[in-house]
């Protein structure tokens, strides 16, 4: 299986900021995708990290307020922008295995949880 | 859209007693995945089904996929504390398979008591 680090793991902001996450893969991967999970809920997607262009969004997430980049096969970056206390929730990185029997298999960083204050 | 509902959404039982969550998809899937999630923790996968009508087992997890491959379960046999957390189906759609979205059910929250 893929191992995912997040960066940072939690984080305190203040209204009106930003925040950049980072998650990085130990292996190649297929695909690449930022979602969100508040409290008690269950997994949304915002969007599908595309390498070397832009993200594909899903429907109520836009590029201004989460702007993402996926430089390479490994590395994406989820940024938070112009935080409200709505946006407290923990949001995970995720990806497809590439090839054999991880094709298609999907795992999950371990997420990084958000308190905007 | 494609829809998964999962039901039910809270269980609580005795340490020893079976479990079963269910999902329902509103349309076929390719595939479907579970996850469990621990209080604190993120989802963590557990297995994958891919062939109508298939039976997969882990111990003391089993997992069905429907044979018209819309529906899942997950049955756990004698559950201990560990067991407690909240399980995901996650199914992606025959159109999906080259997105590869997975559509998320609600999850079960399961609490085991000793």
């Known amino acids: 299986s893929a191992v995912i680090s997040q960066k940072p793991s939690r984080d305190i902001c203040q209204r009106g900021t930003s925040l950049t996450i980072q998650c990085q893969v130990d292996?190649?991967?297929?695909?690449m995708f930022w979602y969100r999970q508040q409290p008690g809920q269950s997994l949304t997607l915002i969007a599908t990290?595309?390498?070397?262009?832009?993200?594909?969004?899903e429907s109520g997430f836009v590029i201004d307020k989460f702007p993402i980049s996926r430089p390479n096969l490994t590395f994406s970056t989820l940024t938070v922008s112009n935080m409200s206390p709505e946006d407290s929730s923990i949001y995970l990185c995720?990806?497809?295995?590439?090839?054999?029997?991880?094709?298609?298999?999907?795992?999950f960083g371990p997420g990084t949880r958000l308190l905007v204050l | 859209g494609q829809q998964v509902m999962q039901i039910p959404q809270y269980q609580h039982v005795q340490e020893g007693e079976d479990f079963t969550t269910y999902c329902n998809s509103s349309t076929t899937l390719s595939n479907i995945q579970w996850y469990k999630q621990r209080p604190g923790g993120h989802p963590v996968f557990l297995i994958q089904l891919v062939k109508s009508g298939e039976v997969k087992k882990q111990k003391r997890l089993t997992f069905q996929f429907g044979e018209a491959k819309k529906n899942s379960s997950l049955h756990i046999t004698a559950t201990q504390t560990t067991d407690v957390g909240t399980y995901f189906c996650a199914g992606r759609g025959i159109r999906s398979t080259h997105d590869g979205k997975l559509t998320f059910g609600q999850g079960t929250i399961l609490t085991v008591h000793p």
């Open positions: 292996s190649q991967v297929t695909m």
């Open positions: 990290a595309n390498q070397g262009s832009e993200a594909t969004y």
């Open positions: 995720s990806v497809i295995g590439r090839g054999g029997r991880t094709q298609e298999t999907q795992y």
